[in-house]
C-alpha cells in the first residue's frame, strides 16, 4: 500500500457503489484487508502508509484503532449486503502484532458477524519476529486465525542494519516454534534480496536458515527503492549503491534453485510453496482480480470494477469513522480495458499464466517473438513464463501489452 494516495473521483459519504459492481459481487473471490498502520520504528525501505508513535499525532491511539476497523466493517456490510461469505482475511501494516492479540481477534470475530466467514476461510497476520509472544500466538490461533507470516527479511545483521530493521534474527526460529505450537499449520517467511552490502554468501545463508525452520510458504522479493524513503536518500547522497540488476537475477535464480531443491514449487515469481493447499490464496485474490474491502487508513478496496481508497492518516481516518462517514478519500471506474490490462500484469506472473483470448490482436502478434526469446511458452490455450521469462517479467508484460 503506497503513501502517497492517487487523485481520483469523488466517492459518497455513505460509501455506496454503483449496482452494476454489486452484482459480481464475489464471483471471483471476496476478501478482506486489513491495514494496522502502527510500527515501533520506521525501515528505511518502507513506503507503506505507517506511522511511528511520535508521527500520529492527537486523537490517534493503538487502544481504540480495533473500534475504528470494527466501525468500518459494520459499514462494509451496510454497503454489500447480503454478500457471499468472505474467503480470505489478509492483516498487513505495519506491524498488526503491535495492538493486542484480543484486538485482532475481535476484529475478525466483526468480520464473521457482519460479513460471514466461509467455513474454509484463510485468516492471515503479519507480525514481526520480536512482535509476538507464546501467549499472543494461541490467542490468534483460537480467535480465527489459521496462517502466520512473519517478517524475516534476512538473518544476516548488517543486512537487516542497512534495513532499519530492528529485530534479532535469533527470534525467528522461536517465534516459528511457537506459532507451530499454537496450532498454525500455515506459516510463511518473507525475504528480501538485493540490500546494499549483502553478499551473495549473505543471501544464501538466509535462504538456509529460513528452510531450516521449515516453513509451509516463502516470499523473496528484491529491494525496491522507493522515491521518498530514507533509503532512496541515502543512495541519492552516494551512501549506498543502487541494487545491481545482475546481481538481483543472480540471487532470485539462487533462491529458486533452494528453494525447488527442499520442496518449494513456485506459483506466483516471487512466492514458492510447499503444496498447492498452501498457497496464499489472499494474494491469489489480488492476482486474479477478486473483490477485496480495504479496511483503515489508506487502505485500497476493489469491487467489481470500481476500486477505492482510504483516507491516508490515521487521525483523519479516525475523524470520518467518529463522525458515522466513509473514510473513502476517492474512487475510480475501470474499463474494460483497464480490467484487461491488469489481468495481463497480473496473472501472467502466475504459474498457471495468462489465458491467450485476454491479449488483444497486438498482444497476440507479440506473443510468438517472447516464445522464441525463450521467455513464454505457449501450454493449451495460456501462455506461461519459462524460468527465464519470470526474470523478466516486467518486460514481457510491456511487450505483450
Excluded at 3 to 22: I, R, V
Excluded at 233 to 253: Q, S
Excluded at 279 to 305: E, F, I, Q, T
Excluded at 356 to 377: I, M
Aim: aromatic residues 6%.
Amino acid at each position: 500500500m503506497p503513501s502517497a494516495l492517487p487523485d481520483g473521483d469523488p466517492a459518497p459519504a455513505d460509501g455506496s457503489l454503483p449496482a452494476a459492481a454489486l452484482s459480481t459481487l464475489g464471483d471471483r473471490g471476496l476478501g478482506v484487508y486489513v491495514h494496522v498502520p502502527f510500527c515501533r520504528v520506521r525501515c528505511g525501505y518502507c513506503d507503506f502508509n505507517t506511522y511511528t508513535a511520535a508521527e500520529l499525532g492527537p486523537g490517534v491511539s493503538r487502544q481504540t484503532y480495533a473500534d475504528q476497523a470494527i466501525a468500518e466493517i459494520r459499514l462494509a456490510r451496510r454497503v454489500l449486503g447480503d454478500a457471499r461469505p468472505v474467503d480470505t482475511v489478509f492483516f498487513g501494516g505495519g506491524t498488526p502484532t503491535l495492538l493486542p492479540a484480543a484486538d485482532l481477534t475481535r476484529i475478525v470475530a466483526a468480520i464473521r458477524d457482519e460479513l460471514g466467514l466461509a467455513s474454509d476461510a484463510e485468516v492471515t497476520t503479519e507480525a514481526n519476529p520480536d512482535s509476538v509472544t507464546p501467549a499472543d500466538l494461541e490467542t490468534l490461533r483460537a480467535g480465527g486465525f489459521t496462517r502466520l507470516s512473519l517478517g524475516m527479511q534476512s538473518s544476516v545483521p548488517h543486512v537487516l542494519a542497512a534495513l532499519d530493521r530492528t529485530h534479532d534474527p535469533a527470534n525467528v526460529p522461536v517465534a516459528v516454534a511457537a506459532a507451530r505450537a499454537a496450532g498454525f499449520e500455515q506459516l510463511s517467511l518473507d525475504l528480501i534480496y538485493g540490500t546494499p552490502g549483502e553478499s551473495m554468501a549473505d543471501w544464501t545463508r538466509s535462504l538456509d536458515d529460513a528452510l531450516a525452520c521449515e516453513p509451509d510458504h516463502v516470499s523473496a522479493y528484491s529491494l525496491i527503492v522507493e522515491d521518498g524513503t530514507a533509503l532512496a536518500r541515502r543512495v541519492r547522497r552516494g551512501e549506498l549503491p543502487m541494487p545491481d540488476e545482475d546481481d538481483l537475477a543472480d540471487k532470485y535464480t539462487v533462491a529458486d534453485e533452494r528453494l525447488r531443491a527442499a520442496g518449494f514449487g513456485w506459483y506466483e515469481v516471487s512466492n514458492w510453496a510447499t503444496s498447492a493447499a498452501q498457497r496464499c490464496r489472499h494474494n491469489m485474490l489480488y492476482w486474479r482480480g477478486g473483490d477485496w474491502w480495504g479496511v483503515g487508513p489508506g487502505a485500497h478496496s476493489h469491487v467489481g470494477g470500481v476500486r477505492w481508497w482510504n483516507v491516508k492518516h490515521p487521525a483523519a481516518y479516525a475523524e470520518r469513522i467518529g463522525a458515522g462517514l466513509s473514510p473513502v478519500h476517492a474512487r475510480e471506474s475501470l474499463s474494460a480495458q483497464d480490467r484487461r490490462v491488469e489481468r495481463v500484469l497480473l496473472e501472467l506472473r502466475l504459474r498457471e499464466g495468462l489465458a491467450l483470448d485476454v491479449l488483444d490482436d497486438a498482444g497476440r502478434a507479440a506473443a510468438p517473438d517472447q516464445v522464441e526469446r525463450g521467455l513464454v511458452t505457449v501450454q493449451g490455450d495460456r501462455l506461461v513464463l519459462t524460468d527465464a521469462g519470470r526474470l523478466l517479467a516486467d518486460g514481457v508484460v510491456r511487450a505483450l501489452l
